[in-house]
């Protein structure tokens, strides 16, 4: 199977989050990209791209590669196309756009689901099909794009249980009812194996990702050449980056980066290719 969908961001959307995450407003930056403020509205407007110099030199003054950017600003850098899983299934969750991913194991005929946001219908509907019975609700973070099909999903399947960290846990309120209480590196057993939670605040607080046989689900920590923003009240820009670099720039290189917008990367291409590194 493969996910062809365009990126999430493009250089205006890492412009703008690097800015904010830098508390720098459009005049700091032109001044110190030396970029003329009629030339920075209209590159972060998307009404023009950028050249390779103005590219470099506005990563320069944010703390950003400037030769990654340079390459999704001006080349249109994507992550290569990917065979995935057989495990893995996918579908973009409506109303509000997300990357809502099934995990199906033949053998036990058993099912997660990662980031269910909008409608369960068809998630109810696949499950039926393959005559799986859902176990695990996984949640990477409490924002409504991922979460609001629980409700529905534990009608359809009242012993799934859903995991979340704590910290969103006390912000979802009765979506994260009976919640399996897992600490950051703890597992639960899935499968023939196990997924395992990696605590990675910065996009919220209680962000998680979840690692099950070489692929990473992210939700909106880390997209493909790009982050998420920050919604954490006690987490930062720091924080974020921090969480990416330490503990998910530490798995194999080959670790295929499942996120909760745009298309699938791997580890591998992330450290090579996302600009925020």
Same mark, same amino acid.
């Given at each position: ?64 590669? !400037? ?53 369960? $219908? ?39 249980? &859903?995991? &979340? ?28 194996? $196990? ?61 295929? &980066?499942? !996120?909760?917008?745009?298309? !699938? ?13």
């Amino acid at each position: 199977m493969r996910i062809d969908i365009a990126r999430e961001d493009n250089f205006a959307d890492i412009v703008r989050k690097a800015s904010t995450g830098r508390k720098m407003s459009p005049a700091r930056l032109s001044a110190e990209a030396s970029v003329a403020p009629e030339r920075l509205a209209t590159l972060l407007a998307e009404r023009a791209n950028p050249t390779d110099e103005e590219a470099r030199s506005i990563a320069h003054a944010l703390h950003l590669d !400037p030769t990654k950017l340079a390459d999704i600003g001006c080349r249109d850098w994507s992550p290569a196309p990917m065979e995935l899983d057989g495990e893995l299934g996918h579908q973009i969750n409506a109303p509000f756009p997300s990357n809502g991913y099934f995990l199906i194991s033949n053998d036990s005929k058993t099912a997660a689901f990662v980031d269910p946001g909008g409608d369960a $219908e068809n998630i109810v509907r696949v499950l039926d099909r393959a005559n799986a019975r859902l176990e695990y609700i996984l949640l990477t973070h409490k924002h409504h794009d991922h979460v609001d099909a629980v409700p529905e999903l534990r009608d359809a399947f009242p012993e799934a249980r &859903v995991v &979340v960290s704590r910290v969103d846990a006390a912000e979802i309120g009765d979506k994260a009812r009976g919640a399996l209480d897992i600490a950051d590196g703890g597992t639960i057993p899935f499968g023939k194996g $196990e997924i395992r939670v990696i605590y990675t605040p910065g996009h919220t607080d209680g962000g998680v990702c979840f690692f099950y046989r070489g692929m990473l689900f992210t939700g909106d920590t880390l997209f493909a050449g790009s982050v998420g923003k920050l919604f954490g009240p006690h987490v930062g820009y720091e924080d974020l980056l921090n969480s990416v670099s330490t503990r998910i720039f530490t798995l194999p290189a080959a670790t295929v &980066v499942l !996120p909760g917008h745009g298309p !699938p990367s791997t580890v591998e291409q992330e450290r090579n290719h996302n600009p925020f590194f």
